[in-house]
């Protein structure tokens, strides 16, 4: 993945210097571990700053809502997907954008990593399949694989599904993955074990909407929290009120949610806000045989109705 | 200044024995996770002195994240029908244990906000006089603790009652105030250190103070022409990325903004005081709709001119931040504000 950064700033530097584009959205070197920072570059001068490496997570199709300029954007396979719902649904043009795409192996988990030492995490490395992890006083090698993100973990569409410049070979998608894993063992449990789940998910939520705003689905101009004439939800961390949030948020993702993992991501509690919306996928899969963001002439699963629609689950 | 020598086999008994005049809170952290926050500290509970700046900061204890200011009835049959009537609150002593000294020293900025002169918030000042901060100095300072540019530091006792530093076996303790004294007393704490104690404490300080590896200017800020810094043209480039949640606020010691709501349910109604935050759009939206504070560049704009630049002109006592690096490390997309302060320190506006 290290050696990608070459060919994203070529070719950056080549749309920016020829005017193809105005500006280029990618990341740059963060100034902590295990974090980058969405970056733009409106110069040739300034390509020389983005970087690439499994600490690029975050989701930069959010970076594209309602913008007007003509712009080429860094894309690994999930990014590549909300690019595309943000087509469909209106967020942007297909016109607008150059997608330069990044056959992707996933992304680190920095919450597990973080957890996994006691004192401070000063440095983090790549080599290959190998992350480095450096404090004051220890240092130890750690396998890539078994730190992904969860939604990487699972991910079948790593390559980007629409892109007009390429920066690698396609990878390999992974074949033997249960994409379904978690929901299930949430699906076979009690009511009472069900409530008793997620009441301890969200238990540490304070509500400062990262996860939310991290999601480039979230762009209503006036999320239903915020609504004030009238409100609809209490502001302070009543459970009530938080729980509204994040159910109502889940059903808004439906047949949408590319499960890029932005929102676990971003959280700082380190809450895996990916149990609602993955349940959401699963049933619009197997219901629908529905993926969100595979294509721009497809019109998504809640907005189409066909006759032999499965209709037995409503009860 | 006194110190008492708390032997760690007496640690344990004495917080015990000052469960009989005091509440604990201390810091805690969640099972397998690395998120930490400071929580009542109920029977058999010891504060995780492990924990260098907790995950959220302690300004909860004094400022919770929503609380009951008034209640009300909207219940026409009653005599006090829509009469807010004063809350029953609970100020009885407690103790802060293990705060680490610039979160302290948070309390005494966000108080020229909430005690002044001409107003005294009662919900934030008889919280905070409520408590008895018995401080932990921290020894080994993590790679994003920047307090002593921000004029407290690892050992400062500015914020607190009582400091501990910790040794192999023992916790030192400073004594700072009398409510410090009186706490250690009621612990059952009593072992004046022996000679040579202040040197002690005074080498693990140096010690301490020579680990720090962060480091914010912002010397050429007061100076600085207001509208030249808001107008400057890093703002673009510097808010770009961030995402506007409220993480970077809400896990500040020093961010002390807040909303008033009022809740009804039936009949019986609450007027609660609930964090806000500058990066929201709701938080300076008109009731006309308009929204002077639109868009994403100048919510980033006025965190950081408040914190840096509004507050020192202001007050003329540094700036409102204690330098605990908690929005840098749970920032969602690495906004970091020792780079912007610096951004913000050397700019020269275009002649
Ligand atoms: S809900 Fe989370 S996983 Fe789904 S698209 Fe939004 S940020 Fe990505
Ligand atoms: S990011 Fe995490 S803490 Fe913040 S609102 Fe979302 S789930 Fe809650
Ligand atoms: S600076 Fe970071 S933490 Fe603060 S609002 Fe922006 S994205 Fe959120
Ligand atoms: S601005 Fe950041 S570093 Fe400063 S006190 Fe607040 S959270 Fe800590």
Avoid at chain 1, 289 to 298: N, P, Y
Avoid at chain 2, 35 to 47: A, C, E
Avoid at chain 2, 106 to 131: G, H, I, M, Q, S
Avoid at chain 2, 138 to 163: A, E, H, M, Y
Wanted: hydrophobic share 35%; glycine share 6%.
């Amino acid at each position: 993945m290290l050696g990608y950064i070459d060919k994203i700033r070529g070719i950056s530097e080549k749309l920016l210097t020829e005017e193809k584009v105005d500006m280029v959205i990618g990341f740059k070197k963060g100034t902590i571990p295990m974090m980058n920072e969405p970056f733009v570059a409106r110069n040739a001068s300034e390509v020389k700053d983005f970087v690439w490496d499994s600490n690029c997570g975050i989701n930069l199709a959010n970076y594209l809502t309602d913008r007007k300029e003509t712009i080429g954007i860094i894309a690994k396979g999930c990014d590549s997907r909300s690019i595309v719902n943000h087509i469909i649904e209106n967020k942007i043009t297909r016109e607008q954008l150059i997608i330069i795409g990044v056959p992707c192996k996933g992304m680190i988990d920095h919450h597990e990593i973080s957890s996994m030492f006691d004192t401070e995490i000063t440095e983090v490395t790549e080599n290959g399949s190998d992350i480095i992890v450096k404090g004051t006083d220890f240092e130890e090698t750690l396998k890539k694989d078994s730190f992904l993100q969860k939604n990487c973990k699972v991910c079948v569409h790593r390559n980007p599904v629409i892109h007009d410049e390429l920066v690698a070979d396609m990878v390999d998608e992974q074949k033997d993955v249960d994409r379904f894993e978690e929901v299930n063992k949430i699906e076979v449990m009690s009511q009472e074990e069900k409530w008793n789940y997620f009441n301890d998910l969200l238990s540490p939520c304070i509500r400062c909407y990262a996860c939310r705003n991290a999601c480039p689905l979230c762009f209503c101009p006036t999320c239903f929290v915020d609504e004030s004439k009238p409100q609809w939800v209490g502001k302070g961390p009543d459970p009530v009120d938080t729980r509204t949030f994040h159910f109502l948020r889940a059903y808004h993702m439906v047949g949408r949610c590319t499960d890029c993992g932005s929102c676990v991501r971003a959280c700082p509690m380190g809450i895996d806000v990916r149990a609602f919306t993955k349940k959401s996928e699963k049933d619009c899969f197997e219901l629908y045989g529905w993926e969100a963001g595979l294509s721009i002439d497809k019109r998504p699963a809640l907005e189409t109705f066909k006759q032999n629609d499965p209709e037995d689950f409503i009860k | 200044m006194k110190v008492i020598k708390i032997d760690k086999k007496d640690w344990a008994g004495g917080l015990e024995r000052s469960r009989n005049t005091y509440k604990l809170i201390g810091p805690v952290k969640e099972k397998d996770k690395d998120i930490s926050s400071f929580k009542p500290l109920g029977k058999d509970m010891l504060p995780d002195l492990d924990v260098m700046a907790t995950s959220v900061s302690p300004k909860s204890i004094v400022f919770p994240q929503e609380e009951v200011m008034l209640t009300y009835t909207t219940d026409e049959s009653k005599e006090d029908c829509n009469l807010f009537k004063s809350h029953d609150k609970d100020y009885s002593p407690r103790a802060v244990i293990g705060i680490r000294p610039f979160d302290a020293a948070a309390f005494l900025l966000v108080k020229k906000n909430f005690d002044t002169p001409d107003y005294r918030d009662p919900y934030w000042c008889d919280a905070y006089e409520a408590c008895t901060f018995i401080g932990l100095a921290i020894n080994n300072p993590d790679s994003l603790d920047f307090s002593p540019s921000t004029k407290t530091g690892p050992f400062d006792t500015s914020g607190l009652d009582v400091l501990l530093v910790e040794t192999e076996d023992s916790y030192l303790a400073q004594v700072v105030t009398e409510k410090g004294e009186a706490y250690l007393n009621a612990a059952g704490w009593e072992n004046e250190a022996g000679n040579g104690v202040d040197k002690q404490i005074g080498d693990m300080k140096k010690a301490a103070e020579t680990k720090i590896t962060s480091s914010i200017s912002y010397d050429k800020i007061k100076s600085k022409e207001i509208l030249d810094l808001y107008n400057a043209d890093f703002w673009d480039q510097a808010s770009f990325a961030c995402i506007n949640c409220g993480t970077c606020t809400y896990v500040c010691p020093t961010c002390w903004c807040f909303d008033i709501q009022d809740e009804t349910r039936g009949k019986k109604g609450i007027r609660t005081k609930a964090w806000d935050s500058c990066m929201f759009p709701l938080f300076t939206i008109h009731t006309t709709g308009h929204n002077p504070r639109g868009t994403k560049l100048q919510r980033v704009r006025q965190r950081f001119m408040h914190k840096l630049k509004y507050f020192m002109d202001k007050y003329d006592d540094g700036i409102m931040c204690v330098g605990c690096g908690r929005c840098i490390r749970s920032c969602p997309v690495n906004i970091d504000i020792r780079s912007i302060c610096e951004t913000m320190n050397n700019y020269e506006p275009a002649k």
